[in-house]
């Protein structure tokens, strides 16, 4: 009997991704939602290289307009952060978004009992606010999930709802409402309170830099210290982690507050750096962004921070984008979440190949 | 006397109310019941609810036809929830972040979409909306007449998907499959049924149902598209499965607490009591916490659910 | 021959990677026929059995089922080819009852005629001998109640050969000899079954065995023409000395593990029913019994993952009460788990960094608020270098270690750990005879060393080798404590099935 081989093609699922393979399927997600992107400009009516153009001019074309694309990047940086370190533990915090709100509450709160100090003492005060009110806004849910066994997933998404409504109430007609004012928004802040500005001609704040350094603490607290080392076990395998002695309890609080913490600090610099008042515009959206940032840097504090500037860029230089081709600036959201479906395809493709194999 | 046919009439349209309220939660809580029992955590239901509430109004709007605009609706929810089955099943990315972005793109693309196709006008146009369809003699019952049979036709449809995917999960031979691929994927396996196959159909199921639901808030209700308009539907909806044990029956009787729970606030914003609107519209959020905070066990959930399956 | 052999493999190879699991195999299997297939854990009898069920696709050879060539790309062809499996771990859903778990995807249409197919559950149990009540929820059964579940579900599939993977591996001795007498009732009907075991005396009960040696068939024969002794030789390859007893190691001091009443109760289950013994310094104690006998809820109240309802025990004197892992190990005990890559292991970490699990925070793994990096890789190369481990360096990835060379990472931890007490759960499963030798020597230097070491093992020949005492579990109960010297295979496997009585008598 012939044993005859003929050749055929299959898909195969590998172990591991090349580098090489990551890298091409990570750039034919790029392709791929560039290409969708200008399907959404033909869709509503503009040329796609010129809405392009004018989106790039627009987040650096000039000293300004690259500045505001930090000022844009750095809640993000924060709120990637936050989701980088949740998710590197597989711990779903998808509460960035209520507990930047948080954050800035909890530091206007603090900073509007306090009084009039110089900006030596109202600054901290207002970090160390964003700091508190974000983790223990996280850490509620975390308690959720270790005493309650609530899903975190749930529990932050109704978190975000929530705490919105909490806001308005402190803001219309309660004790936090501008006075005579019209709209939900506190009076300004005091100047002494608010972030320095780092270069002239922009609206660079101090919150950027204090972005980059909550990037490069994160980085050391992961590869470095044992902290560290239980967030990346969890994400590994939690139960070896609890079979060999760790309180895998508190590690999910503490990794609640580190989070949350980290995107209370996003509400800081909105209120303190950019608006220089609360009121809902001003903390909302960063929050899911964040997550977006947090996937396509990898879950690695260097990607994130590159990812935050390439959105921050995104929501830049959508404005002019909008005023010189017409393309609602809304579009950007899409773009986000279409990015973030073709990195994720992309991403599980490079664990595919094709295989030829003899037939059987 | 006139004070209690005051409260009777009050107490008839809270009830009213809640029925109504209650479609979109039904449907897209039906959707995902399914889905969840072969295996898969629709996180994404929010975003398809989202954007089928949206296309389904643009396609009444442009057709002129109602029911063009729910068949839309259903079909981009379906659409959405292949997109999402090809992610998690075939490419096996993690459920929730897929979720995520799928919520993402419903909420981008029809904020977008909305700017764009109604920039000029700024307000966007409202449409006509559905009629409540009285059921003949029924609708003429005291009390549970003007409540159960005088409601609009998404309603009902709703309401007798509850017995349908009853009799689908626990009386049909797909069901039976669809439980198994939730509880033991490998079982279906070794019996050559492709796992992949039921958990495409049933999260497919699950999108259209969805769709349904967000047609019935733009087009069966609103008779317009508020961005957003979803506003955590989808969310309550996955909580409504858990906290109705994975049984479709049980997943009625949640439905109805969260949706007489915002009947209930409508009906006390109307009449003016002094409780600020924000306390009451947080109200089924935190009531969904405190849910799944004494739900004591998971004993009913499906062993399997969220898990990929690959045979190594 | 005058008749098609039912099943004919030609050739076949499968690799993985570069690894060949099955290199160049061939073999028949006639109608009515009880062919086995032998050999050790990783020969590739597994590999073979999936790539006969549609599971895996070969990369080479042909497969005949009555004389028709046939591609297996999915259990659906090979169902229709009439070739039915039963899994050595069992795949059936708790939830379900008996007839639904048999009848699920079968069929067709809508419909699920409960009725027609409980009157077919119900004809295949009378023709050949299986008692089963299809109405009862499969959660219920026993695992030999699953069993018989399992295989009535192939029949139901009018499967024409059976392969049986390890069937009798979780079956009492009085189950299995069930088994044996509905195979005899398959035979009759002219089923063929592939048996996969590596059980002397089951085997020598079929009809032809095929030897698998590291991925090659080193031949197939008649049973009746060979001895135990011939088949253990085409096994293993050469002869091997019955294994050695260790010399007397009995406990030179006290106590240091002593278990007082131990019971523990799981969804309404007494999974441990008043459990009592003692473990002396330099003693290794036995723990014999099928799996799922209590061993895993008892290692889990030792190791402090759990608290017992009632009773206590105490360490080196300490008494150990609601605790948790960290307060058991800061005693002195070290944990080598069962399943060692679910509990013992991080896959995603490196070798050095699980050479540290549990004690990262321990200030001898720290420069200030940091991992002390130097030290855990010089800590990790004296682990590679002292356990044999084959690994890139001590920055290799776990989840990429063999199954030997992972236990090997989780020997170096726990043993360094285990200054007075090691508990072992079933720490040679799954391992080949070299990495078994392995762990065996390093069982008995720690012994020497005069730690008390716990040791459960399915494999009595590991409990035969190492331990003074051994104790048999069964439903969670500790039957009896012998003698290593004053008992034999035969009376532990009695007990291992429960028949106090046998032994009283």
């Known amino acids: ?360 | 006397m006139f004070e209690s046919f005051l409260q009777a009439t009050i107490l008839v349209s809270v009830a009213a109310a809640t029925i109504r309220i209650a479609t979109p939660l039904l449907l897209a809580a039906l959707g995902e019941l399914v889905a969840e029992r072969s295996g898969v955590y629709n996180m994404g239901l929010e975003g398809m609810m989202l954007m089928g509430a949206f296309i389904g109004y643009l396609s009444a709007h442009q057709s002129g036809s109602l029911w063009v605009g729910v068949a839309a609706a259903g079909l981009t929810g379906a659409a959405m929830a292949a997109v999402f089955a090809f992610m998690v099943i075939t490419l096996k990315v993690e459920q929730i972040v897929t979720g995520l972005a799928v919520n993402l793109l419903g909420a981008g693309l029809s904020t977008y979409w909305l700017r764009a196709a109604f920039s000029d006008s700024g307000q966007t146009p409202v449409i006509p909306f559905f009629e409540n369809v009285p059921i003949p003699v029924l609708s003429q019952l005291p009390v549970v007449g003007p409540i159960l049979f005088d409601q609009k036709l998404l309603t009902y449809f709703a309401f007798l998907m509850v017995p349908a995917v009853w009799f689908l999960l626990f009386r049909t031979r797909y069901g039976l499959i669809i439980r198994c691929a939730g509880d033991n994927p490998k079982a279906l396996d070794v019996k050559g049924v492709s796992v992949a196959a039921v958990q495409y159909a049933a999260v497919v199921f699950g999108g259209l149902m969805a769709g349904l639901g967000g047609a019935f808030l733009s087009v069966g209700s609103a008779a317009r598209f508020v961005p957003d308009m979803t506003n955590g539907r989808g969310w309550l909806a996955i909580i409504i499965v858990i906290a109705g044990l994975w049984r479709p029956y049980a997943v009625l009787a949640a439905t109805l607490v969260f949706s007489f729970l915002d009947a209930l606030q409508l009906q006390i914003q109307g009449i003016g009591i002094a409780i600020p609107y924000q306390l009451l519209l947080m109200m089924p959020y935190v009531v969904a916490i405190i849910a799944l905070m004494v739900r004591r066990s998971r004993a009913n959930a499906p062993a399997m659910l969220g898990m990929p399956y690959s045979r190594e | 021959m005058a008749s098609q052999p039912r099943l004919s493999v030609r050739g076949l190879t499968k690799r993985f990677g570069a690894l060949v699991a099955n290199d160049d195999v061939s073999l028949n299997v006639e109608p009515g026929e009880l062919h086995c297939l032998l050999g050790e854990n990783g020969a590739g009898k597994s590999t073979l059995s999936s790539c006969l069920y549609g599971l895996y696709q070969p990369d080479h050879g042909e497969i005949q089922v009555d004389g028709q060539p046939v591609h297996l790309r999915s259990p659906a062809d090979a169902l229709r080819a009439g070739i039915g499996m039963v899994h050595q771990h069992f795949v059936l859903v708790p939830g379900f009852t008996v007839l639904e778990n048999i009848a699920v995807g079968t069929g067709s249409g809508w419909r699920f005629d409960r009725a027609a197919a409980k009157a077919r559950v119900l004809a295949i149990c009378q023709a050949y001998g299986i008692e089963l009540e299809p109405d009862r929820a499969v959660g219920d059964l026993s695992v030999g109640g699953q069993q018989w579940v399992e295989i009535v579900k192939v029949l139901y599939t009018g499967a024409r050969l059976l392969i049986l993977d390890e069937p009798t591996a979780v079956l009492t001795p009085d189950e299995s000899r069930k088994l044996f007498a509905v195979i005899e009732r398959l035979k009759a009907d002219g089923i063929s079954i592939l048996l996969i075991s590596h059980k002397m005396a089951e085997v020598m009960q079929s009809d032809r065995v095929s030897v698998l040696r590291r991925g090659r068939l080193v031949g197939t024969v008649r049973t009746a023409d060979v001895t135990r002794d011939d088949l253990t030789t085409m096994m293993i390859g050469q002869r091997i000395a019955p294994a050695s007893r260790s010399s007397d190691g009995g406990g030179v001091g006290g106590a240091v593990l002593s278990v007082r009443g131990l019971s523990k109760e799981r969804q309404g289950r007494r999974v441990l029913d008043d459990i009592s013994f003692e473990v002396a310094q330099g003693e290794i104690f036995g723990i014999a019994g099928v799996s799922g006998n209590g061993q895993d809820d008892l290692f889990e109240c030792l190791c402090g993952l759990a608290a017992p309802d009632e009773g206590s025990f105490s360490v080196a004197g300490a008494e150990v009460r609601a605790s948790s892992p960290a307060d058991v190990a800061a005693l002195g005990v070290g944990y080598v788990p069962s399943d060692r890559f679910r509990d013992g292991l991080v896959g995603d970490l490196s070798i050095e960094e699980n050479l540290v699990l549990g004690q990262h925070w321990s200030a001898r793994w720290r420069r200030g608020p940091f991992l002390d990096r130097n030290g855990l890789e010089k800590n990790g190369r004296d682990a590679i270098a002292g356990y044999s481990i084959a690994a890139t360096g001590p920055d290799a990835i776990c989840r990429r270690l063999s199954g030997g060379n992972a236990q090997k990472v989780i020997l170096a931890r726990e043993f360094g750990k285990a200054d007075r007490l090691l508990l072992c759960n079933q720490p040679t499963r799954g391992l080949d005879v070299g990495a078994i030798g392995f762990v065996h020597r390093e069982l008995l230097r720690k012994r020497d060393e005069g730690c008390a070491i716990v040791l459960a093992s399915e494999e009595l020949d590991d409990l035969f080798a190492l331990c003074s005492r051994i104790g048999v579990f069964f439903r969670g109960r500790l039957l009896k404590v012998l003698d290593r010297d004053r008992t034999s295979h035969d009376e532990i496997g009695r007990l291992m099935a429960g028949q106090e009585s046998v032994v009283a008598a």
């Not at chain 1, 989106?55 to 990637?80: Q, Y």
């Not at chain 1, 009121?279 to 964040?290: E, I, L, Q, R």
Request: hydrophobic share 55%.
């Open chain 1, 1 to 360: 009997m012939t044993d005859f081989s003929i050749a055929e093609w299959r898909i195969e699922r590998r172990r591991e991704a090349r580098p090489a393979a990551r890298f091409i399927g990570l750039g034919a997600a790029l392709a791929g939602a560039i290409i969708v992107c200008g399907m959404l400009f033909l869709a509503a009516g503009a040329e796609p290289l010129k809405a392009f153009a004018s989106l790039a001019k627009g987040s650096f074309g000039s000293l300004r307009a690259t500045g505001e694309t930090l000022v844009k990047a750095t809640p993000l940086i924060f709120t990637g952060l936050a989701a980088c370190v949740a998710f590197r533990a597989r711990i779903w915090n998808i509460g960035a978004e209520g507990q930047v709100f948080a954050g800035a509450m909890f530091a206007y709160w603090a900073q509007h009992n306090l009084g009039e100090f110089p900006a030596l003492v109202q600054i901290p005060v207002v970090v160390m606010g964003g700091i508190a009110g974000g983790g223990l806004y996280a850490a509620l849910a975390g308690l959720l999930k270790t005493r309650f066994s609530v899903d975190e997933v749930i529990s932050t998404v109704m978190l975000n709802y929530i705490i919105v409504y909490v806001l308005s109430l402190l803001l219309l007609r309660g004790p936090w409402s501008e006075a005579g004012g019209f709209f939900e928004q506190t009076a300004r802040v005091d100047r002494d309170a608010t972030l320095p500005m780092l270069i002239a001609g922009t609206r660079l704040h101090m919150g950027f830099l204090l972005a980059l350094a909550a990037a490069v603490l994160v980085h050391l607290i992961l590869t470095r210290t044992p902290l560290g080392y239980e967030i990346r076990a969890a994400g590994s395998n939690l139960r070896a982690l609890d079979v060999q002695g760790t309180n895998t309890r508190r590690l999910i609080i503490v990794v609640m507050l580190l989070s949350g913490a980290l995107a209370g600090l996003a509400g800081v610099t909105e209120v303190y750096g950019v608006h220089y008042r609360l009121k809902a515009g001003a903390v909302a959206g960063y929050g899911y962004s964040g997550i977006i940032v947090a996937i396509l840097g990898q879950l690695h504090p260097v990607g994130v921070v590159a990812a935050a500037i390439l959105f921050g860029a995104l929501l830049n230089g959508a404005t002019l984008m909008q005023i010189e081709t017409g393309v609602p600036s809304a579009l950007i959201y899409a773009i986000q979440a279409i990015l973030l479906l073709f990195f994720l395809a992309g991403w599980a493709m490079c664990n595919f190949r094709l295989r030829r194999t003899g037939r059987v």
